[in-house]
């Protein structure tokens, strides 16, 4: 599997030949989404879930196919009928390829007086790799590599190594990272690397790795 690392929280995962993402927001690239046979979203928030993104996708490759909770889909289905499909914890699916299970429920609390959104998280071909979305979701299963959301309105450093130390994954790349600057990224990479447990690691954005 390879794995290219795109703006803020977006993936796009490769195998055999076919392109699987996972939420391609306004904080990523335009064309994050485009020549994808299928996109994974986690919820509603903007910097996860851009309509028109999606759709030009979708618009790009007649054959392409979105799997995400109800409040995206009911936003975007009624134009492409049968090619938008609701999940939610406890799902099991393949999209592009690859064997996904859905995790979680709702999304981390910003503030109590926020409400809070539904979310899912996406494990890949039995634990190859996990995204979580915008929630510290433990999926109960070994995970090779985690999505890590590094820096939130909803998270805090002492919350992300915790994290790290009980989904235990082999490996952890930064994920929702837009709003950390440069400046700031060394104090994180060493303090989530001494006290994380696993290999922290990052990548730039269209950076690539095999897993």
Not at 61 to 86: N, Q, Y
């Amino acid at each position: 599997m390879k794995l290219t690392k795109m703006s803020h929280s977006c993936v796009r995962l490769e195998k055999d030949g076919r392109v699987l993402v996972v939420d391609p927001g306004g904080f990523s690239e335009e064309d994050a989404a485009v020549g994808a046979d299928a996109v994974l979203v986690t919820h509603e928030h903007p910097d996860h879930f851009d309509e028109g993104r999606l759709r030009a996708a979708l618009e790009d490759d007649p054959a392409a196919e979105i799997w995400t909770l109800k409040a995206v889909a009911d936003r975007i289905s009624a134009a492409f009928p049968g090619r938008v499909h609701t999940v939610g914890h406890g799902d099991v699916f393949t999209a592009a390829g690859f064997d996904v299970q859905v995790h979680g429920e709702l999304h981390a609390v910003i503030h109590p007086d926020i409400p809070r959104v539904t979310n899912v998280g996406f494990l890949v071909d039995g634990g190859k790799l996990f995204h979580p979305g915008d929630a510290l979701t433990v999926p109960g299963h070994p995970v090779e590599t985690l999505m890590l959301p590094v820096m939130a309105p909803w998270n805090k450093i002492s919350e992300v190594i915790d994290y790290v130390r009980e989904v235990r994954p082999r490996r952890a790349y930064d994920i929702h990272d837009a709003l950390l600057t440069d400046l700031a990224r060394p104090i994180y990479d060493r303090q989530i690397g001494a006290l994380g447990g696993t290999e922290h690691l990052r990548l730039a954005p269209k950076d690539a790795v095999r897993l």
